[in-house]
């Protein structure tokens, strides 16, 4: 995703929270930072199941697919000691 596509998930985010909850979010770190986009769709999540609210759930959805190519890929390195101690 472009990071206009992120920046406009971000703010469909913000405004909904801020209508929902009153919470207000910073829309260009959200956008740009895995953790805080992260912690900001785990709150949206938990107002979403508290109220039952499908849409806000949805937003927070499309949040995370737009920033998971800027999520780091933990990769397993090589294994350690094969064929035995040096």
Same mark, same amino acid.
Do not use: C, Q
């Given at each position: =995703? %472009?990071?206009?596509? /992120?920046? &406009?998930?971000? $703010?469909?985010?913000?405004? &909904?929270? /801020?209508? !929902? @909850? #009153? /919470?207000? @979010?910073? %829309?260009?770190? =959200?956008?740009?930072?895995?953790?805080?986009? @992260?912690?900001?769709?785990?709150? &949206?999540?938990?107002?979403? %199941? $508290? @109220?039952?609210?499908?849409?806000?759930?949805?937003?927070?959805?499309?949040?995370?697919?737009? =920033?998971?190519?800027?999520? *780091?890929?933990?990769? !397993? #390195?090589? *294994? /350690?000691?094969? #064929? #035995?101690?040096?």
């Amino acid at each position: =995703m %472009t990071e206009e596509d /992120r920046i &406009a998930a971000a $703010a469909r985010l913000h405004v &909904a929270l /801020r209508r !929902k @909850t #009153g /919470r207000v @979010t910073d %829309t260009e770190w =959200m956008s740009v930072n895995v953790e805080y986009a @992260t912690a900001i769709v785990r709150i &949206a999540r938990a107002h979403a %199941t $508290a @109220t039952s609210d499908l849409d806000l759930a949805a937003i927070a959805t499309g949040l995370e697919f737009a =920033m998971a190519p800027l999520a *780091p890929v933990i990769s !397993k #390195g090589a *294994p /350690r000691y094969v #064929g #035995g101690l040096r």
